[in-house]
């Protein structure tokens, strides 16, 4: 019987998951379709390429195989996809793999009721870093000088990136050295802290497999009483082997984890500088937004948006019809979201005018977690700006101010 803090070697014992290392989550997952724990998965798959990440809502465990594998450049968030599509959750039990910003989106739509974590399997994956699929396709055609489209397989080994062609070619570069050049991982994944996800119940990764099972094994952590279950049971149900970990593999695992939180946090140093202090912040963030097209991708995608009725939309705080919106429209996103902000870097990747929201907001986050000790997507804590109060301004103007400013504000008769 496994219990919560366990760790584990694990691959699969069927023959036809290739798994990106030992094939656990994917085993895992047939198990919990299989067994009936959950009525679907939700989980990624190769769409047209390798650059494109596709969500997929799996029922049938004969169809997981396609979606074993890791994807690089698989940035989106599948949280917000449960809340827009699957009702929260609130009707149905899912398993869904999580990266960090997975699992921390998670948490912070839970908290607002968006989804029913009840009913939620969170199949963790340990993470270093996601590869934005367009600067993928322009670094590998300049960089590596390569087609990105005769690009059949892309894995992240020993600090490179490395490609595969159709034709056998095979390069990798390091990462390091890509950054140094604007390319490599996305700027949220370079300033990201949350390496091993154990928010959720089970997590899964490839640090700390040495050894003949180098390669050939999925090292688990498990992180709740739940994902100990599930993990008794796909073992007991035969779907998978385990052995205990090397002592040494341990060490390293650890190490790893702990070089690239001091990476994520000397990043954010870098960042946060780069983008000034104080009014030239200010500044900065009002000359950089002032491209800003109202698209509102940016509040579509955002895990912590949830609101039925947004204020960037109310007539009053912004004008309609105005483009590039009044900064007000950038202070109301900041003002419902930095506190909570999981730095998952949907709102840049989505943005048009290539605006670096995330970093906007993540800078702001960090910030208001030195002052209020919150910190976004690990437990359950409301962050303390939930419990202000947002005044109903039309109604307090309706009840209180003369028609004249009623009319002018809201450019109709009280
Ligand atoms: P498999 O059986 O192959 O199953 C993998 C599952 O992950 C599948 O269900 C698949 O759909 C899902 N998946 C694939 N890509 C994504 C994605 N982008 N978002 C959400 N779900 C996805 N492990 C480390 O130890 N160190 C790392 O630095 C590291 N970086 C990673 C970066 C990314 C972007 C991803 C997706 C994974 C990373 N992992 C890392 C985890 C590792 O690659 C394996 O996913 C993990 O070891 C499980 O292996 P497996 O053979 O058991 O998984
Ligand atoms: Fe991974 Fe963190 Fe980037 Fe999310 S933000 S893809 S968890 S590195
Ligand atoms: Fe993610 Fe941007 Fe929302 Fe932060 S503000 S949670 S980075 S989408
Ligand atoms: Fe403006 Fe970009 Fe957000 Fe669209 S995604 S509303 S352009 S900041």
Same mark, same amino acid.
Request: contains cysteine.
């Given at each position: ?39 679907? /998965? ?78 939620? /399997? ?14 993928? #396709? ?29 034709? +056998? ?16 991982? #996305?700027?949220?994944?370079? #300033? ?31 992180? *709740? ?23 040494? +593999?341990?060490?390293? #695992? ?9 990476? +994520? ?57 105005? &483009? ?15 506190? *909570?902000? &999981? ?14 929201? *995330? ?17 976004? +997507? ?37």
């Amino acid at each position: 019987m496994s219990a919560k803090g366990d760790m584990f070697y694990a691959w699969t014992n069927v023959s036809d998951i290739k798994g990106e290392c030992g094939g656990a989550v994917t085993s895992i997952l047939k198990y919990l379709l299989e067994s009936k724990t959950v009525d679907a /998965v939700l989980t990624v798959q190769k769409g047209a390429d390798v650059f494109d990440a596709e969500p997929v809502v799996i029922t049938d465990p004969a169809d997981l195989v396609k979606s074993a594998g890791s994807l690089h450049c698989g940035t989106l968030l599948l949280p917000k996809l449960i809340k827009k599509y699957l009702n929260g959750a609130k009707d149905m039990k899912l398993a869904v793999t999580c990266k960090g910003c997975d699992a921390k989106a998670m948490y912070e739509l839970a908290k607002r009721q968006q989804i029913n974590l009840d009913n939620i /399997v969170m199949i963790g994956l340990n993470c270093g870093g996601s590869v934005s699929p367009v600067l993928a #396709r322009k670094m590998i055609t300049e960089k590596y000088g390569i087609d990105p489209n005769d690009v059949v397989k892309e894995e992240i080994d020993k600090g490179q990136f490395i490609v595969m062609t159709k034709d +056998g070619q095979h390069k990798g570069i390091k990462i390091d050295e890509l950054e140094e050049e604007g390319l490599g991982r #996305r700027k949220n994944c370079q #300033r990201c802290e949350t390496k091993i996800p154990r928010q959720t119940d089970i997590v899964c990764g490839n640090w700390g497999v040495i050894g003949e099972k180098a390669g050939k094994a999925t090292f688990v952590e498990i992180c *709740s009483d739940k994902g100990a279950m599930i993990f008794d049971g796909a073992v007991k149900a035969g779907v998978l082997a385990t052995s205990a970990p090397e002592e040494k +593999g341990l060490e390293i #695992r650890d190490k790893i984890e702990n070089v690239m939180i001091k990476m +994520g946090k000397k990043n954010q140093e870098t960042q946060f500088a780069e983008i000034g202090e104080g009014t030239d912040r200010l500044k900065y963030i009002m000359a950089e937004t002032g491209r800003c097209i109202k698209c509102y991708g940016c509040i579509e995608n955002c895990p912590i948006c949830y609101c039925v009725e947004c204020s960037t939309k109310k007539p009053h705080l912004v004008r309609p019809g105005q &483009v590039p919106p009044d900064f007000m429209f950038q202070m109301i996103r900041f003002a419902h979201i930095a506190d *909570s902000c &999981v730095n998952c870097g949907q709102c840049t990747d989505i943005c048009p005018q290539n605006i670096p929201n *995330s970093l906007f907001m993540h800078a702001q986050q960090v910030e208001l977690e030195k002052m209020f000790g919150h910190k976004p +997507g690990m437990d359950m804590e409301l962050p303390v700006l939930a419990f202000a109060e947002e005044i109903d301004e039309r109604a307090r103007l309706n009840a209180t101010g003369s028609d004249m400013i009623y009319e002018n504000v809201f450019g109709e008769e009280k």
